[in-house]
């Protein structure tokens, strides 16, 4: 394996293949639920979300609306740029501004931290992954630590369908 990923990250034009074919993969319009955690000691909030997802050779931007009748109602998006398995952009949906985002792509999930604009959960760190599943299926999951426990907790996970 390790000298499989050593020859994609020498050979340039493979790894852009590669992440081109990857990125077309996840275009298109997405639909689905999931639940959010607005704070790690929120309670859990079940959503419908709708995404519209734009690529191109380089690029992922993703963007979209999640809602609970009329307890949760939020806009979210994520715009990524690839360097051959290696992404790096800006988050919007926690409610503090604009997020960094920086990260790599393993198989089907890029791999994502995030760095919040301001503090959230006690510091201004957490994780967030983008997952293909299957050839119709899209999951967004964002992870952060509990300020009181230390734990890792799930504070969003969305799974989509195209639709």
Avoid at 15 to 42: C, H, I, P, Q
Avoid at 77 to 87: E, N, P, V
Avoid at 110 to 139: F, H, P, Y
């Amino acid at each position: 394996m390790a000298a499989a990923s050593a020859l994609v990250f020498a050979s340039g034009s493979f790894a852009y293949a590669d992440e081109t074919a990857f990125l077309k993969s996840m275009a298109g319009s997405w639909n689905g639920e999931g639940t959010v955690k607005v704070r790690a000691n929120s309670p859990t909030i079940n959503v419908t979300c709708q995404f519209t997802s734009d690529t191109t050779p380089q690029s992922l931007s993703l963007g979209g609306k999640c809602t609970s009748l009329a307890i949760f109602s939020r806009n979210i998006s994520a715009d990524l740029k690839a360097t051959g398995s290696q992404y790096a952009g800006s988050y919007v949906g926690a409610g503090t501004g604009t997020a960094g985002l920086d990260g790599q792509r393993e198989g089907d999930t890029i791999n994502l931290g995030i760095t919040w604009a301001k503090e959230v959960n006690g510091d201004r760190r957490a994780q967030m992954t983008i997952e293909k599943v299957g050839e119709s299926g899209m999951r967004l999951t964002t992870v952060d630590t509990d300020p009181k426990t230390g734990q890792s907790i799930v504070t969003s996970r969305i799974n989509l369908r195209r639709g």
